[in-house]
């Protein structure tokens, strides 16, 4: 007996080690970006360059919390012959909105709101919301009573129903309120936004919109201040991001990355810069909550590194980790079946101003990534996500419009985890 207990002891004290390593969450998967795995993105990104799919790109990349890449490829401005880099500025669209959602969530967790309150507790104008039936024989507007409230989860997950345009009656509605109008105050647009029916009736469906620039109007509301103000108080300070924001200073804008127009076969055409600048240079009255931000690689870093450690960065404590974990959680039950083109995301749901990677690719055709993956991305074909199961974070940065159609994120994406192979499942 003493020698069966003797030849088993190692094997003992290896799985006691392993599960102790568990429990106390040290143990750590096998690396991800490995020098093989950056020959493989450098050689990946450099092949949109060469090919000239895109002007410039950038990507950084950091593991158990310390950068494993970082490279930049062709031109930020290709008229100047300015190169891409890390220390370059980007309109980076949408990426504002995980920004929105921090700074709401801050708030909710002083007990300023619960999810589940109707939005018109806070903001009035949203009371008593009309839905959009149809049209009559002369053309007018049919609407009904919404069946419920828009609450405050609605407008965190995208399912509100505000209207949209692709709906011709409600788009002539939507032109003439004109409420992303950069001269409107957030309080203006939300009023604008909210005298419109709503597409459908809240929690119906999930279509993307202005729900996150009503964030914006919250949190003004909720906090006493104005928006860019407490984005700058509570997060971009303590984060120190120093180079995000929504007006580019004169000083900077030699680092301000030009804006790129794919054509249909192929064509690169720099935005004109009316059009590319026209919101960065100015200080306008609208922060929207949904874009407008500008930021570099390693600002926007900053703050997918304290995502992904729960809240924290250094001794900086912006979330507490359950709130980052209820933001990344799915929000979207199986009865919301209408969902807009968030399918073309892969196996998705939608938590708290982000995507969530619910499961694996079921195609090869599909983004890849790993469940339990939290990301979103911009107009001009930036991404970032954050890993959680390998402590992993990444932002890519370009300018390219239309978003993405040439395929950048797939391939950045398979560069660093591997082709997906659906027979591997």
Known sequence: MKRSILAILPVLLIASAFQLAVSTNKYKPAP???????????????????????????ALIFENGKEVYFNAFGLADREANVRMDRNTIVRIFSMTKPVTGVALMT???????????PLSKYLPEYADMKVFTGVDASGNIIVEPAKRPITVRDITRHTAGFAGTDIPALADLVKKADYMNPANTLAEMSTKL?????????????????????QARLVEKLSGKPFDQYLQEVIFDPLKMTNTRYVVPEKDRPRFAALYNRSD????????????????????????????????????????????HGGRSGKVQILKPETVKLMSTNQLSDTITKRMWLPSKGQVGFGIDFAVRTKLPATK???????????WDGA?????????????????????????????HKSFRDAIYGAYNPAEK
């Open 365 to 375: 055709e599909e983004n890849n990534g790993t469940v339990g993956e939290f990301f």
């Open 194 to 214: 909210a005298s419109l029916p709503l597409q459908f009736h809240p929690g119906d469906q999930w279509a993307y919109g202005p729900s996150v620039d009503v």
């Open 265 to 308: 076969d192929g064509v690169l055409t720099r935005v004109p810069e009316e059009r590319a600048n026209g919101f960065n240079t100015k200080d306008w009255a609208l922060k929207p909550g949904g874009w407008g931000l500008t930021s570099t690689l390693d600002d926007y870093m900053k703050f997918a590194q304290m995502l992904v």
């Open 32 to 58: 991800v970006v490995t020098p093989e795995v950056k020959t493989r993105i450098d050689a990946t990104l450099k092949r949109f360059i060469d090919s000239n799919k895109i002007a410039g790109v950038s």
């Open 107 to 117: 708030l909710y967790e002083k007990g300023a709101f619960q999810l589940d309150d």
């Open 380 to 408: 001009a074909s930036t991404l970032f996500w954050v890993d959680p199961h390998n402590d992993l974070t990444a932002v890519l940065f370009t300018q390219l419009m239309p978003f993405d159609k040439v395929k950048l």
